[in-house]
Every structure is written in structure tokens, then in C-alpha cells.
């Protein structure tokens, strides 16, 4: 009889099994194990025990320990057919690693964490469908300091497709939006604020990314909210008409000021789409992904080409502000061609305005710059360009 298929990746060598496993997803498991490794590199010899709740073939709860320095691994899958082939991937741990299987829902082991008082250094939960549900409890679940990685393929509601089901599953508006990707992003980010600041915890955004089919977030749970955190929870509103773009807090909420749409100081301008409450702060920690990058050179822990590049764009933009356009939306607005990025950029940020581009899209602007010095400022660099 032979041997059924192996995949590897990284330090490990698996069966995937029948169920269902993307290879392409290796970026998002080369970051936990990265993620893994910044805990187990910041702790004074201190345990990492690592919770994935949903495990599927096992891959990611194998490559923790193989690479992340986990000193305790739970795997776990709701499915009871995949708990022998969870055994014989697993059974690839070194001994020294502490090792624990089962096959409960995700809400059973995260109340059974619950009752037991038990709590991990990282929580990861790559969700199928949306996890709102299980925020509450994953977050019980993690350690002070510790991290909780939370995917979700529910893009619908998040990107504004479904506006009923956004306000059902995260208590917040989703509406069309140019860059729909930063704000499911940003929805995901605040429901777990405010569900750690209900439980009088803080939390800190480490990753944001997304390739548009899921959306995925890395956070530590701080002990209590930072000074000024609950500013960082607010609405973001686009005019489809103009294109601008305004963020309030919800500490500050007044009213919007008007557009640069015809007519819109009177009231008869387009509506406004409103987005929130959402996070408005930044989405990634630069000196988390510095390190991240500096322990894969460091070897230990693998990161292939794509993730490496993926990283340094998103330490790169540490995305303080929601407000952000496609070039392509903006060339569209001005009726000429898309803009230079990067000369776009330098421009602004010589005008004295935060202005990145979007590590979470690639070919887009993020900027705080007024919007009419956007256009104006675009308009001239499409014009020098053109007269070369």
C-alpha cells in the first residue's frame, strides 16, 4: 500500500488529508510562527503555549512548535474524522514540546479554557465564515501580552455587500468603500476593542493584511487600555460624488463638514457613506514586524519571498489613518491618467502630511492631506510627467 501524499513547508512535513487546505495561504502561517517566535525571543525563559482552535491537517499547530519556539501545543478541530490524521502530523513534535488533541467546537474549547482558567501566549483562530461570536471567549483565552490571530473569510458584510449582516455580526455600518479590504480590516479591529475594553482590557494591532479572501489580524491583549486608546475607535465617511474622505472620533463626534461636491453645503450634494464604529488607529506595530523580519534572517523560522515583501510594505505603512484612495479612483476623479505613486507620496509628505502608500493594497494612496490639495497635487505630477 503506499504512502498517501506529503506537503512541506517550512520545518514541516505533512498529509493534508481530504478536508480543506490552501497552499496559498502560507504567508498568514509563516507570520504566526513569526508572531510565535517575537514571544518566545521577549520572554525570560517563560512558557509559549499555543491554542489553535481550528486545526484543520494540523500544519500550523506543527510548524509553532517545530519553529516558534512554543513550548505547548493544543490542537484542536471540530471534525472527530481528522483527530488520526491530527495524531500522525503531530507525532512529528519534538518530545520536549507538550502536546494536546481534541475535536470540540470552537465555542466548546474556548468556554472549556474559560472554566478551566487556562490562558495561552497565542490564540490563533483561522475562522471560516466570520468569527465575531467567538471574540469574547478567544479573548479570555489569551494571556496578558499574549497575541490572538484572528482570520475571517466573511468578506460580504465586511466590505459592505451585506449591510444588514455587518450591523448583526459586528454592531457596525459597512458601506462601499475604494479601499473595502482596509475596512473590513478596521471592523474586525474594533469589534475586538470593544470587546477588551468591555472586559477593562486594552490591546494593541501588531498585523492587519488581507489578499481579499481573507481577513486576518494579530493583537496583544494588554492588561489595561493605554491612555486615549478609546479615541481610536470611530467613523469613516466617503462622498461618491467628490471622492473625499473624513474620519471622526467617536469621542469627538460632530458634524461632517461639507464635501467638495456641488451643492453639498446645502444639503444637496450626495450623501455621505458612513462606516463604523471601526478602528481608526494604526493597524500594524512597526517594531513587531521589525522583528519578525530579523528573526527570519536569522534563520529558525522560514518566511518565503511573497511574505518577506508582504511585511516590509506593511512596516512601511503602519496605516494611522483610514483615509486612503486606489490611484486608479483618483486618475478617475481628475479624468487623465493614474498618478506615480511614489512621486505622489514624496509630494505630499514634502507638504507636511502623513502620506504613505496602503500596505494593505498595493496601488494605493494613504494620506491625511486635504483632498483638494490631493487632486491638485496629482494634477500637477500627471502634467510634469506628460510634458517630458
Not at 73 to 79: E, G, I, L, S, T
Not at 213 to 220: D, E, G, K, L, Y
Not at 237 to 257: F, N, P, Y
Not at 367 to 370: G, I, L, N, Q, V
Given at each position: 500500500m503506499s504512502e498517501p501524499p506529503h506537503y512541506c513547508e517550512g520545518e514541516a512535513v505533512v498529509e493534508t488529508g481530504g478536508g480543506f487546505f490552501r497552499p496559498a495561504s502560507r504567508p498568514a502561517r509563516d507570520f504566526g510562527v513569526l508572531l510565535a517566535r517575537t514571544l518566545a525571543a521577549a520572554g525570560t525563559d517563560g512558557p509559549v503555549q499555543v491554542l489553535d482552535g481550528m486545526a484543520g491537517c494540523g500544519i500550523r499547530a506543527l510548524r509553532y512548535g517545530l519553529e516558534g519556539g512554543a513550548t505547548a501545543?493544543?490542537?484542536?478541530?471540530?471534525?472527530p474524522d481528522r483527530l488520526p490524521l491530527l495524531e500522525r502530523n503531530l507525532a512529528r513534535l519534538p518530545a520536549a514540546v507538550e502536546r494536546q488533541l481534541s475535536t470540540a467546537t470552537a465555542q466548546q474549547l474556548l468556554a472549556g479554557c474559560l472554566v478551566e482558567g487556562r490562558r495561552f501566549e497565542l490564540v490563533d483562530l483561522d475562522a471560516f465564515g466570520c468569527?465575531?461570536?467567538?471574540?469574547?471567549?478567544?479573548?479570555?483565552?489569551?494571556a496578558f501580552g499574549g497575541v490572538l490571530y484572528l482570520a475571517s473569510t466573511d468578506g460580504r458584510s465586511a466590505t459592505g455587500h451585506d449591510r444588514r449582516a455587518a450591523v448583526r455580526r459586528f454592531g457596525?455600518?459597512?458601506r462601499a468603500h475604494p479601499a473595502s479590504w482596509e475596512i473590513a480590516l478596521r471592523l474586525q479591529l474594533g469589534l475586538q476593542a470593544r470587546t477588551a475594553w468591555a472586559m477593562g482590557r486594552g490591546l494593541t494591532p501588531l498585523l492587519s493584511f488581507s489578499e481579499g479572501?481573507?481577513?486576518?489580524?494579530?493583537?496583544?491583549l494588554e492588561r489595561h487600555p493605554a491612555r486615549g486608546e478609546e479615541g481610536q475607535l470611530g467613523l469613516v465617511?466617503?462622498?461618491?460624488?467628490?471622492?473625499?474622505?473624513?474620519?471622526?472620533?467617536?469621542?469627538?463626534?460632530?458634524?461632517?463638514?461639507?464635501c467638495g461636491c456641488s451643492g453639498a453645503p446645502s444639503g444637496d450634494g450626495p450623501a455621505l457613506a458612513v462606516s463604523g464604529p471601526i478602528w481608526i488607529g494604526p493597524l500594524q506595530d512597526p517594531a513587531t514586524l521589525m522583528a519578525m523580519l530579523q528573526l527570519a534572517e536569522g534563520g529558525g523560522a522560514h518566511l518565503e519571498r511573497p511574505g518577506r515583501r508582504l511585511l516590509e510594505r506593511l512596516r512601511h505603512d503602519p496605516a494611522a489613518t483610514p483615509r486612503c484612495w486606489p490611484v486608479d479612483v483618483i486618475a478617475r476623479h481628475l479624468g487623465q491618467g493614474p498618478p506615480p505613486l511614489a512621486q505622489l507620496v514624496a509630494a505630499l509628505t514634502a507638504e507636511g502630511f502623513a502620506t504613505a502608500a496602503s500596505g494593505v493594497t498595493a496601488g494605493q494612496l494613504r494620506?491625511?492631506?486635504?483632498w483638494p490639495l490631493i487632486l491638485a497635487t496629482t494634477r500637477g505630477l500627471v502634467a510634469t510627467t506628460a510634458a517630458r
Open positions: 501545543v493544543w490542537a484542536n478541530d471540530a471534525d468569527p465575531a461570536a467567538l471574540v469574547p471567549l478567544a479573548l479570555e483565552a489569551v457596525a455600518a459597512a479572501r481573507a481577513f486576518r489580524t494579530a493583537i496583544r465617511a466617503h462622498c461618491h460624488g467628490c471622492g473625499d474622505q473624513q474620519v471622526q472620533s467617536l469621542l469627538r463626534l460632530g458634524r461632517w463638514r461639507p494620506s491625511e492631506a486635504p
